[in-house]
């Protein structure tokens, strides 16, 4: 085994919702310790500036270009970014000299696979300088430049979770990880080292967005909303039909690639239950391109927190005989599993290890990624 690091991740998904930590150990093969985590939300107005935020990247070419509002809000995402570390490691006891380092992934406010163009805001050497720790960030750029779609990640840290559940339970195989967050993504765990991963369809951006046009709240909690319709199978089709689904190439989604439905498509209940059924009808359809049907799909991401995702999920699994499982059924935590991944990414990062294969982002190889960005070198023999 190499050396085992301690590593914070730092991860602000497409759901802009707030900032998920964790704390793994890890030597960036083996999981040797899965420790604290917690969710810090943001508050309404800087969900606001975000979107906003979204709206101010459409212009942008070349990566590092921040038109508009993007420059502050840098600076402001990783100012609070810190913020969430120093609370974080408050709320555990934790001394920051004995974090090795800090997997910071940033807000993706564009993403064009397409165009070989992947932009996740996050300014690395200002969270250096603020939490005085060592930080990994910008780990999607150079898939990209291979060749690769820069998404999913997170396959790597799945195939290693699959590793040590292969040890000490009798899930069937095989298995696939599924995360439902702003958007899905599924990795299936073949034989040996085979994974193979791609996005899977909207997760819960398109849900979020018709609650929140069409009645004011930010996600549909419970699916009490999606509870009181029913599906309008038209309206599903549409979605289930967009040439994502048919592409050999396109692996990886952006949050602007599905649109929510107009105000007269639905009422808000049968909206809702029709995009909860997307959602779910998305991810099996997607399973269609995998090796094999997976025996068991272990899911992850706010959506598992969905009762009619998870029910039509469980359904369609069914139907294909799949079992649909939360993650915390295996011991595991489908709340922090991304944080937990870009801990482990960064210890992949400084190891030189691949970050993604052909089979997860389409790159041409296995390639590392991120930049480093060391903490101010007076901050080394300080107390944390
Ligand atoms: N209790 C709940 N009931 C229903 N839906 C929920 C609940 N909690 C969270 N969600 C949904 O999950 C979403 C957040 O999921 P998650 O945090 O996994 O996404 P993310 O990490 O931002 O996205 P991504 O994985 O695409 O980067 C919320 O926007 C909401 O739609
Ligand atoms: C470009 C980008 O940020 N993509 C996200 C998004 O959210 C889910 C899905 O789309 C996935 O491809 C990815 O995040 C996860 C963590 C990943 O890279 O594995």
Redesign the pocket.
């Known amino acids: 085994m190499g050396k085992v690091l301690t590593a914070i991740g730092l ?8 900032i ?1 930590v964790a704390l793994i150990e890890t030597d960036g093969e083996t999981i040797v310790r899965r420790g604290p985590s917690a ?1 810090y939300a943001y508050e309404p107005r800087f969900r606001d500036r975000l979107k906003q935020g979204l709206e101010d990247a459409k212009s942008i070419r070349k990566r590092d270009e921040r038109p508009g509002a993007l420059a502050e809000l840098e600076r402001d995402l990783t100012l609070r970014h810190a913020e969430s570390v120093k609370v974080f490691l408050y709320e555990n006891n934790l001394l920051r000299n004995n974090i090795d380092v800090i997997g910071f992934h940033g807000q ?1 406010v564009l993403h064009r696979p397409d165009e070989a163009l992947t932009v996740q805001i996050g300014d690395g050497e200002l969270l250096a300088r603020e939490t005085l720790i060592d930080v990994v960030f910008d780990m999607r750029a150079n898939d990209m430049v291979h060749g690769g779609q820069g998404a999913p990640l997170i396959p790597a840290y799945h195939a290693a979770l699959a590793r040590g559940l292969s040890e000490s339970s009798e899930i069937e195989t095989p298995v696939a990880f599924v ?7 599924i990795t299936f765990i073949g034989a040996g080292d085979g994974i193979v991963a791609y996005d899977s369809g909207p ?3 398109l ?2 967005q018709w609650v929140e046009a069409q009645a004011g709240i ?6 009490m909303i999606a509870s009181e319709g029913s599906v309008l199978p038209e309206l599903a089709e549409r979605y289930l039909a967009h040439p994502f689904f048919s592409s050999e190439k396109r692996r990886s989604l952006d ?1 602007n690639d599905f649109s929510p439905p107009a105000a007269t498509d639905a009422s808000l209940e049968d909206g809702a239950r029709t995009l909860a059924h997307v959602t779910a009808a998305a991810i099996l359809q997607s399973a269609r391109h995998l090796p094999k049907n997976p025996a068991t799909y272990i899911v ?4 598992r ?2 009762p009619v ?1 998870m029910g039509d999920l469980g359904s369609l699994a069914e139907a294909a005989g799949g079992r649909v499982l939360a993650a915390e059924a295996l011991g595991l935590n ?2 922090s599993m ?1 944080a937990e991944a870009w801990a482990y990414l960064a210890v992949r990062s400084l190891r030189g290890l691949p970050l993604s294969y052909p089979g997860t982002t389409g790159v041409r190889r296995p390639v590392s990624g991120g930049r480093r960005a060391a903490r101010p070198k007076d901050a080394l023999g300080a107390q944390g």
């Open positions: 991860m602000s998904g497409t759901s802009m919702d707030g998920d969710g993706t995360n439902i967050g702003g958007i899905s993504n997760g819960n951006t849900i979020d930010p996600y549909d909690q419970g699916g949050r992850c991401g706010g959506g927190l969905n995702i489908g709340d991304e």
